[in-house]
Nanobody, 120 residues
């Protein structure tokens, strides 16, 4: 099996920064795209940023210029550097990975979620 373990969430003041990490563990052959999603109370889950295995990235318009996604393929880890945080960034953040296991078709896995709260 595969498990995604997230860390780095917390409470931060507006204008502050946080760095989220998500490491994949298990019987992994390779990982395709990895991404970060978020879900605020009463809202649908939305894509924040994604990164391909080759390093191509895309970011939601709402976070462009403030958030940066990156990955370390050797560590099966994806990061989200969040700067200039705003109260509207408050949400539970989930990581996602398209994982290929030996003998299996690629499958999507999700982390457990980490709370990010931006408040003074």
């Amino acid at each position: 099996q595969v498990q995604l373990v997230e860390s780095g969430g917390g409470l931060v003041q507006p204008g502050g920064s946080l760095r989220l990490s998500c490491a994949a563990f298990g019987s992994i052959f390779s990982i395709n795209a990895m991404g970060w999603y978020r879900q605020a109370p009463g809202k649908q889950r939305e894509l924040v940023a994604a990164i391909s295995s080759g390093g191509s990235t895309k970011h939601a318009d709402s976070v462009k210029g403030r958030f940066t996604i990156s990955r370390d393929n050797a560590k099966n880890t994806v990061y989200l550097q969040m700067n200039s945080l705003k109260p509207e960034d408050t949400a539970v953040y989930y990581c996602n990975a398209g994982v290929i296991r030996v003998g299996f078709r690629p499958d999507d896995y999700w982390g457990q979620g980490t709370q990010v709260t931006v408040s003074s």
